[in-house]
């Protein structure tokens, strides 16, 4: 069989093969813990790219019963999971709690055609605020007793309707249990119902909850009061940075793909996006797939950290990486000091950054008075230029986004010096 050679690296796609996953045993390892304790719920958070949506996917798969990936689980469930799986992923309209149940009562790929009867929503639209009323209608075909046939739309409670459906499903007794994967919980921009109902909901020992998205505590993520975080917090469970070792494994797995392409990836190029990606897979992903398409195209077999280091020239020129390169652009406006200054915060391995340690570096790089540097660190906080550091305390700062932060640290400058008397003239005016 031909090698699908555009989908053995996948920037754009979380990983649900569980062959195709890479590492992270011991977040495997606790979300089948989690999933296996009664009362627990499970709260996936990090930073973005890091692969909370990839481990979601494998404990979807666990709680199916999928044999590859409980294989290697060093607690395997002492019987085969069979869950019904309900996986979704809030977008910008699921403003509140009411319209993600609302979504999970309606949605094909949800609970709808799990149950008897059918949800509308009673007064327009899902506005904050709106009603909690929905209008519930008997479908015919799912009745068991067909002589029964409610036609008439009854009012109900939304969060009683959601309740019952679960009843429902629980009672025909075709799964074991119910998990709501609810991913990009961050950006639903009213979350505070969401520990309640979850709560609520999740007192049925055969419900399950798993919270995904953006955070660097859960309470930021799911932004509850700090008692019902605390009931939930031993199935919290972090993604780290992936590991040196973890991000090879997404090479040997390419390997074993390729291997009748009879295409690699030397040690040089591997070493070299490892250490640029800084934990993100999503880099590696991307790199990846892009660093193969050249070496098809021109024939080349090996792949070198130099044609790597031509490809990642190429992302930034071709704005591949849209998210990553706009709000660089935006950082950097037009001025080439404002870029240095980026990129030496970039380039600083800890999270938090210290001017004491960085400032010093610039003004000697640059010679230039470190008042200059900060009103350009200044720039690089507002939200005119995007707003991509934040201060955490008296002379520290961090990147908001640390999959920012390792592209503006790898990507090739935009500007030379030669922009530098505008510079000033910018920086004075300003
Ligand atoms: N364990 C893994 N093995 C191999 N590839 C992975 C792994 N985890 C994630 N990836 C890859 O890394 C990229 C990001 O993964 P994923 O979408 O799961 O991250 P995320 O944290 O959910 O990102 P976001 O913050 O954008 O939602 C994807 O290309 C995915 O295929
Ligand atoms: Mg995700």
Not at 10 to 29: K, M, N, S
Not at 316 to 340: C, D, M, P, W
């Amino acid at each position: 069989m031909p090698v699908d050679i555009m989908n053995v690296f996948t920037p754009a796609l979380a990983i649900g093969d569980p062959a195709r996953f890479a590492g992270r045993q011991e977040q495997l390892d606790a979300v089948s813990i989690a999933l296996q304790s009664e009362g627990t719920q499970i709260v996936i958070y990090g930073n973005r790219g890091v692969g909370k949506s990839s481990l979601a996917r494998q404990l979807a798969a666990i709680a199916q019963g999928d044999q590859t990936v409980i294989d290697r689980l060093n607690f395997k469930p002492p019987t085969t999971p069979d869950y019904l799986v309900i996986n979704i992923e809030c977008d910008d309209s699921v403003l509140d709690l009411r319209a993600l149940i609302l979504r999970l009562l309606t949605d094909d790929d949800a609970l709808a055609p799990w149950i008897p009867f059918k949800v509308e929503k009673t007064t327009a639209g899902s506005e904050l605020g709106a009603s909690l009323n929905v209008k519930v209608l008997a479908i015919s075909g799912k009745l068991t007793n067909s002589d029964t046939l409610e036609r008439e739309a009854v009012e109900q409670d939304l969060y009683s309707t959601f309740g019952n459906a679960i009843a429902h499903i629980l009672s025909t007794g075709v799964v074991s249990g119910i998990l709501f994967i609810i991913d990009e919980v961050d950006r639903i921009r009213n979350r505070d119902d969401l520990p309640s109902v979850v709560r609520a909901r999740g007192a049925d020992p055969r419900v399950k909850f798993a919270l995904v998205g953006v955070g660097t505590t859960p309470q930021e993520l799911i932004a509850g009061h700090e008692s019902i975080v605390r009931q939930i917090s031993d199935g919290c469970v972090e993604m780290p940075p992936m590991s040196a070792v973890e991000l090879r494994a997404i090479f040997d797995n390419a390997h074993q793909a390729l291997i009748e392409e009879d295409i690699a990836f030397g040690d040089d190029a591997q070493d070299w996006i490892i250490e640029i990606a800084k934990g993100h897979p999503y880099y590696v992903h991307l790199l990846g797939k892009h660093c193969l398409i050249r070496a098809v195209s021109i024939g080349e077999r090996l792949i070198t950290e130099a044609l790597a280091r031509d490809v990642l020239a190429e992302i930034a020129n071709k704005g591949t990486a849209k998210v990553q390169e706009a709000a660089y652009l935006k950082a950097i406006g037009h001025s080439f000091v404002r870029e240095f200054v980026l990129k030496a915060f970039a380039e600083e391995e800890r999270d938090e950054i210290n001017t004491s340690i960085v400032y010093p570096k610039i003004s000697s790089a640059r010679n230039m008075d470190t008042g200059t540097v900060s009103v350009y660190v200044g720039h690089l906080v507002s939200d005119k230029f995007g707003g991509v550091l934040e201060k955490t305390r008296e002379r520290h700062y961090r990147f908001k986004d640390s999959l920012f932060k390792a592209y503006a640290a790898a990507r090739p400058f935009q500007y030379t010096p030669d922009k530098l008397e505008q510079d000033e003239h910018e920086a004075i005016t300003s």
